[in-house]
């Protein structure tokens, strides 16, 4: 049987729950996305992006989570890191998503929100040291430049069909 190495996202909507995999001694890509985070609600804006930058490696070391890359950009979140326990994954993301996202919709106890403000469970990929890693490295670096307007993105062009 092969081993899983992703989950959460639109992967398995739909789908029954199961653990997300973790290797406590590899890295992990890690998406959080959110339609909502737009104009005043994006991570990018003023108050957001200071309280993001403040509050990741908080949490991170609370959790025993190590940070080696991290992207905000604006309605999404990209983070490189790998973490000690399963448990401690867990504790982080239910900790920074519910922070980051009362802070953001201003709810709070008696004053919820009234639904959900991240379109899916976080996204993750178990990355393999050497090539793999700096692969995902240099794609979160990428987005953060991306991000922050120093460089453009992308697209792969469409192949034309013949005439």
Request: some cysteine; aromatic content about 10%.
């Amino acid at each position: 049987m092969k081993r899983r190495v992703e989950h959460g996202g639109d992967l398995w909507r739909g789908r029954r729950k199961s653990r997300r995999p973790l290797a406590t001694r590899r890295a992990v890509h890690v998406v959080f996305r959110s339609s909502l985070a737009k104009g005043a609600w994006s991570f990018l804006s003023a108050r957001h992006a200071v309280y993001v930058r403040e509050q990741l490696p908080k949490v991170a070391r609370r959790y025993g989570v190590r940070l080696y890359e991290t992207s905000n950009n604006g309605n999404h979140i990209h983070l490189l890191l790998r973490a000690r326990t399963q448990e401690g994954l867990k504790s982080f993301f239910m900790v920074f998503c519910g922070k980051l996202a009362s802070r953001i919709t201003g709810a709070r106890r008696g004053k919820p929100f009234g639904r959900r403000f991240f379109d899916h469970v976080p996204y993750t990929r178990i990355v393999e040291w050497g090539k793999a890693f700096k692969v995902a490295k240099n794609y979160v670096l990428k987005n953060a430049l991306e991000a922050r307007g120093l460089i453009t993105h992308h697209r792969p062009k469409k192949p034309r069909a013949p005439d």
